[in-house]
């Protein structure tokens, strides 16, 4: 059974800092590439950050660029979402994914992606 639980959300103050982390099991989590998005309230879910399956690549939107910084521990297979001078439009529910390509028959291939439950992020004073 996949299981991607997120944690660390709560409530802070504009400029503040929080660390959310993913805790994968049930997947060879070296294998994923793996994301953070989130969801603002009464938004469409957005993209955040992506690493890939070694971590030796990695960006951030540019909205969060210079803020957010996204790791990842292979080791315990945990994904890190560190975000700093947090801001009020950073209020959302963060989410973590997994996914990876699948090759099931010759020249046959698929996306698989799991999805956490989300924290809740919120920013305000």
């Known amino acids: 059974q996949v299981q991607l639980v997120e944690s660390g959300g709560g409530l802070v103050q504009p400029g503040g800092s929080l660390k959310l982390s993913c805790a994968a099991s049930?997947?060879?989590?070296?294998?994923?590439?793996m994301s953070w998005y989130r969801q603002p309230p009464g938004k469409e879910r957005e993209l955040v950050a992506g690493?890939?399956?070694?971590?030796?690549?990695?960006d951030v939107v540019d909205s969060v660029k210079g803020r957010f910084t996204i790791s990842r521990d292979n080791t315990i297979n945990i994904l890190y979402l560190q975000m700093n001078n947090l801001k009020p439009e950073d209020t959302a529910v963060y989410y973590c994914?997994?996914?990876?390509?699948?090759?099931?028959?010759?020249?046959?291939?698929?996306?698989?992606?799991?999805w956490g439950q989300g924290t809740q992020v919120t920013v305000s004073s």
């Open positions: 994914k997994a996914d990876r390509i699948e090759k099931y028959a010759e020249s046959q291939y698929r996306k698989i992606d799991y």
């Open positions: 049930g997947i060879t989590f070296r294998n994923y590439h």
């Open positions: 690493i890939t399956e070694t971590g030796g690549s990695s």
